[in-house]
């Protein structure tokens, strides 16, 4: 049986004798703990050469709580372009996975971009290839391609129209219907695509190796123990197809059950009257919202959703940036210019 949409409900109450999911959230290296500065004296030493060589750090909202701390500007992946595009800073430190930094220098090709460490790439992004990406299109000529932003410059390059998940919704919607639409990477956000708009997308299999674990039975497990909560799901999610159909026949509240960006959830929380939420994304969203909503409860639905990829930049990493000027993100100049149309096409509607 399908169990996302399956003969059984299953956000009642956890059968008798069902054993509560059991989780462990990866351990983290207290800045100063390995006989280094003490975290104190690298953030004045960051904060420092910031101002000195006129800077901005931006963060990713699943990044880990210290760098959040440091960040001028914390975001989803929308938002941070749209700072490093406004910022009149000559550096963008760019603290999250490799291809937000690449995005990052398509949208500031004058700007120098940093990231602390190269090797913070992304299961999604990986998932294709340029060359993948050609053989698609021409096994599909005439179509239009929608590239979620996780993904590489170089795929970016080769699509119509870039896309986030707070977004993809209103580009989706706002290409005509009797054009053929490719969406790619995420096979999760391109379902939630297809029943939100009804259009008969083709749908690249990739996924991101931390949302797609989050599925319906973890969902299940966190709503009986706090059914009055308020769900919020990140639509990269295993569980998002199952969420909207368990809402739509009445297992889930319509109005306390919402698919939602990061920032989405963030600007959700702030409005709402309600005190609890269930967050159903990587674990580092919760720092901020505990932090800008005292007074409110937020438990992740699934504890060990981490990213390690996300958790390789640390305090440690960022001040050696800032010291040494290392990593800069480097793109060819025709890569910037392909891969900018796209990005440019999806903020003309956003």
């Known amino acids: 049986m399908d169990e996302s949409k399956g003969d059984v409900h299953l956000f009642g109450p956890r059968p008798a004798g069902q054993e509560e999911g059991s989780a462990s959230v990866g351990s983290q290296v207290t800045p100063g703990s390995n006989g280094g500065p003490p975290l104190a004296e690298m953030v004045a030493e960051i ?31 929308l938002g941070l372009s749209r700072q490093a595009e406004e910022t009149d800073a000559e550096t963008i430190v760019f603290c999250g996975v490799h291809f937000m930094a690449e995005t990052a220098k398509i949208l500031c090709p004058e700007k120098r971009v940093l990231i ?25 000529p005439g179509a239009l391609l929608v590239v979620y932003v996780n993904c590489s410059a170089e795929v970016k390059a080769e699509a119509d129209y870039c896309c986030t998940s707070a977004n993809a ?38 996924e991101c190796h931390v949302h797609a674990a989050i599925g319906p039975r973890d969902v299940q497990r966190m709503w009986s123990e706090k059914p009055d909560a308020d769900l919020l799901v990140h639509p990269e999610c295993g569980c998002v197809s199952s969420v909207m159909w368990h809402a739509a026949i009445g297992d889930l509240p319509e109005n306390r059950t919402q698919i939602l960006s990061t920032q989405g959830m963030i600007n959700v929380v702030a409005e709402s009257e309600s005190k609890e939420f269930l967050v159903a994304t990587e674990t580092g969203i919760l720092h901020q919202l505990r932090k800008l909503n005292h007074g409110k ?54």
């Open 47 to 77: 904060l420092r050469l910031k101002e000195e060589q006129n800077a901005v750090i931006l963060a990713h909202n699943y990044q880990i709580p210290a760098i959040q701390d440091l960040a001028d500007f914390v975001g989803d992946s």
């Open 116 to 140: 602390p460490d190269p090797a913070a790439g992304c299961s999604l992004a990986d998932s294709i290839d340029v060359d993948s990406v050609r053989a698609w299109k021409a096994a599909h």
């Open 169 to 206: 919704l209103k580009v989706i919607q706002a290409i005509p219907e009797d054009r053929q639409v490719l969406f790619a990477p995420d096979m999760f956000l391109g379902e939630y695509l297809r029943e939100k708009t009804g259009r008969a997308l083709t749908v690249w299999m990739g």
């Open 297 to 350: 409860r937020f438990f992740p639905v699934k504890e060990d959703a981490e990213c390690s990829y996300m958790k390789m930049i640390t305090v440690e990493k960022l001040l050696r940036t800032m010291r040494e000027g290392v990593y800069e993100v480097v793109l060819a100049p025709e890569i910037i210019e392909r891969a900018r149309l796209s990005i440019e096409r999806m903020m003309a509607i956003v």
